[in-house]
């Protein structure tokens, strides 16, 4: 078994080029929406936003449909021209028309706490490269990783390995039962998951599993 380590570790690793992680990047997006925002609240024990924060009513933080968790948002108020920045962190409204929903804190800021809803213009401040997740689940984090299968062939795996990395992935490799060798990819961001995977297809692997993946700060 020492032998068969050695055979993998001078293979996989000691041949390939390490590719280096991708670290994480923010920016400003041109993005806007128009509609009505509104705020909520929940039960004073503080239950768990879909991020899997608690909910503070206090934080300028607030629920949209889509974002990714961890954006930043500015919330230009119509009706008073005030603004405010929150953290999207949940999941909401659903109610139509309405585009997102406001902490209390926040809905005081931009003075809409009394009037319940106001018709709003959104902007994005930041958008972080890795939306920020308590959990570990597909579509959670924004990235995933990708098991190809396990092998019993270690030149075979070697070959996956090098192609995979030339393709521009991040293959990676374990040792499982002391015998056979599990090839993944890891890392793949939401916007390339659907194109990995046809890539993946067309090299003979169209079933694979997909598993949700934690970004190592």
């Not at 280096?20 to 997006?29: D, R, T, Y």
């Not at 948002?73 to 021209?81: E, L």
């Not at 070959?159 to 015998?179: C, M, N, Q, T, W």
Request: glycine fraction near 8%.
């Amino acid at each position: 078994m020492k032998t068969f380590r050695l055979v993998v570790l001078v293979l996989i690793y000691g041949l390939c080029t390490l590719a280096l992680l991708p670290s994480a990047e923010s920016g400003v997006s041109p993005w806007y929406e128009e509609g009505i925002a509104s705020w909520y609240t929940s039960d004073p024990d503080g239950p768990l936003t879909a991020n899997g924060e608690r909910f503070d009513p206090n934080a300028l933080s607030a629920a949209h449909k889509s974002l990714p968790f961890g954006t930043v948002v500015r919330v230009h108020d119509k009706s008073t021209g005030l603004q405010v920045d929150v953290r999207i962190n949940d999941r909401g409204p659903y109610v139509d028309g309405r585009i997102i929903d406001l902490t209390p804190a926040a809905a005081r800021v931009i003075q809409m706490y009394e009037r319940g809803i106001s018709p709003v213009t959104l902007e994005i401040v930041y958008e972080p490269k890795v939306p920020e997740s308590q959990y570990n689940r597909p579509g959670d984090t924004g990235w995933y990783k990708i098991q190809l299968g396990a092998f019993s062939n270690t030149r075979r795996v070697y070959e996956l390995y090098s192609k995979l990395h030339d393709l521009g992935f991040k293959p990676a490799v374990e040792i499982i039962d002391e015998r056979l060798l599990r090839l993944s990819i890891r890392w793949i961001p939401e916007d390339e998951k659907d194109a990995s995977l046809k890539i993946l297809s067309s090299l003979g692997f169209p079933d694979v599993l997909l598993r949700g993946e934690e970004f190592p700060y």
